[in-house]
Protein backbone atom coordinates (compact mmCIF):
# COMPACT_ATOMS: atom_id res chain seq x y z
CA UNK A 1 0.00 0.00 0.00
CA UNK A 2 0.86 3.73 -0.79
CA UNK A 3 -0.07 6.36 1.45
CA UNK A 4 -0.17 9.84 -0.39
CA UNK A 5 -1.24 13.39 1.39
CA UNK A 6 -1.04 16.78 -0.45
CA UNK A 7 -0.22 20.05 0.68
CA UNK A 8 0.19 23.79 -0.67
CA UNK A 9 -3.69 24.76 -2.02
CA UNK A 10 -5.09 28.09 -1.37
CA UNK A 11 -6.36 31.24 -2.41
CA UNK A 12 -4.17 33.28 -4.84
CA UNK A 13 -4.51 36.11 -7.25
CA UNK A 14 -4.33 35.39 -11.20
CA UNK A 15 -1.22 35.71 -12.24
CA UNK A 16 0.03 34.03 -9.04
CA UNK A 17 2.25 30.99 -8.15
CA UNK A 18 1.72 28.00 -5.83
CA UNK A 19 3.96 24.91 -5.43
CA UNK A 20 1.47 21.76 -4.48
CA UNK A 21 3.64 18.84 -2.32
CA UNK A 22 2.45 15.39 -2.31
CA UNK A 23 4.45 13.56 0.21
CA UNK A 24 4.14 9.48 -0.21
CA UNK A 25 4.76 6.74 2.09
CA UNK A 26 4.48 2.97 2.27
CA UNK A 27 5.76 0.42 -1.07
CA UNK A 28 7.55 3.41 -2.30
CA UNK A 29 9.78 0.83 -4.40
CA UNK A 30 5.98 -0.40 -6.36
CA UNK A 31 5.53 2.92 -7.85
CA UNK A 32 6.50 3.60 -11.45
CA UNK A 33 4.43 6.98 -12.43
CA UNK A 34 2.53 9.82 -10.43
CA UNK A 35 0.47 12.15 -11.12
CA UNK A 36 -1.63 15.30 -10.50
CA UNK A 37 -5.30 15.23 -11.69
CA UNK A 38 -7.66 18.36 -10.68
CA UNK A 39 -11.49 18.56 -10.91
CA UNK A 40 -13.27 21.48 -10.57
CA UNK A 41 -17.52 21.55 -9.64
CA UNK A 42 -19.15 20.10 -12.36
CA UNK A 43 -16.71 18.94 -14.47
CA UNK A 44 -14.73 15.65 -15.23
CA UNK A 45 -11.74 14.90 -13.37
CA UNK A 46 -8.68 15.98 -15.78
CA UNK A 47 -5.38 14.79 -15.97
CA UNK A 48 -2.82 17.64 -15.66
CA UNK A 49 0.62 16.08 -15.33
CA UNK A 50 2.67 12.75 -15.15
CA UNK A 51 6.00 12.05 -13.96
CA UNK A 52 7.35 8.62 -14.17
CA UNK A 53 9.86 7.49 -11.89
CA UNK A 54 13.03 7.53 -14.53
CA UNK A 55 12.27 10.56 -14.76
CA UNK A 56 9.66 11.47 -17.81
CA UNK A 57 6.93 14.19 -17.91
CA UNK A 58 4.11 15.23 -19.68
CA UNK A 59 1.24 17.90 -19.19
CA UNK A 60 -2.08 18.30 -20.43
CA UNK A 61 -2.25 21.71 -23.16
CA UNK A 62 -3.61 24.31 -20.62
CA UNK A 63 -0.91 23.93 -18.40
CA UNK A 64 2.13 23.82 -20.81
CA UNK A 65 4.54 26.47 -19.61
CA UNK A 66 2.79 27.31 -16.49
CA UNK A 67 2.95 24.22 -14.57
CA UNK A 68 5.83 21.91 -13.63
CA UNK A 69 6.01 18.57 -12.21
CA UNK A 70 8.93 17.40 -10.33
CA UNK A 71 10.11 14.77 -7.49
CA UNK A 72 12.45 14.65 -4.70
CA UNK A 73 13.63 11.23 -4.02
CA UNK A 74 15.38 11.40 -0.84
CA UNK A 75 11.59 13.24 0.85
CA UNK A 76 9.53 10.61 -1.62
CA UNK A 77 7.83 13.98 -2.37
CA UNK A 78 6.13 15.03 -5.28
CA UNK A 79 5.43 18.75 -6.77
CA UNK A 80 3.51 20.87 -9.09
CA UNK A 81 4.80 24.36 -9.05
CA UNK A 82 1.78 26.40 -10.63
CA UNK A 83 2.72 29.99 -12.34
CA UNK A 84 0.87 32.40 -13.80
CA UNK A 85 -2.42 30.85 -12.52
CA UNK A 86 -5.71 31.30 -14.12
CA UNK A 87 -8.94 31.21 -12.57
CA UNK A 88 -9.92 28.43 -14.67
CA UNK A 89 -7.14 26.50 -12.61
CA UNK A 90 -9.32 26.51 -9.71
CA UNK A 91 -9.91 23.04 -8.94
CA UNK A 92 -9.29 20.10 -6.26
CA UNK A 93 -5.69 18.67 -7.08
CA UNK A 94 -5.09 15.57 -6.58
CA UNK A 95 -1.89 13.62 -6.54
CA UNK A 96 -1.64 10.06 -7.72
CA UNK A 97 0.38 6.80 -8.23
CA UNK A 98 0.51 3.95 -9.74
CA UNK A 99 1.99 0.76 -9.79
CA UNK A 100 4.64 -0.80 -12.10
CA UNK A 101 3.01 -2.51 -15.41
CA UNK A 102 -0.50 -1.03 -15.13
CA UNK A 103 -2.04 2.23 -16.29
CA UNK A 104 -4.01 2.06 -13.87
CA UNK A 105 -3.69 4.83 -10.56
CA UNK A 106 -4.43 3.23 -7.53
CA UNK A 107 -3.39 5.08 -4.96
CA UNK A 108 -4.68 8.30 -3.99
CA UNK A 109 -4.31 11.41 -1.81
CA UNK A 110 -7.45 13.75 -0.05
CA UNK A 111 -6.73 16.26 -2.53
CA UNK A 112 -5.85 20.27 -2.41
CA UNK A 113 -8.14 23.06 -2.67
CA UNK A 114 -6.63 26.06 -5.10
CA UNK A 115 -9.10 29.02 -5.52
CA UNK A 116 -7.32 31.35 -8.15
CA UNK A 117 -9.14 34.61 -8.15
CA UNK A 118 -9.58 37.93 -10.69
Known amino acids: QVQLVESGGGLVQAGGSLRLSCAAS????????MAWFRQAPGKERELVAT???????SYTDSVLGRFTISRDPAKNTLYLQMNSLKPEDTAMYYC????????????WGQGTQVTVSL
Open 96 to 107: AARRYFTSRYDY
Open 26 to 33: GSISSIDG
Open 51 to 57: LRIRGST
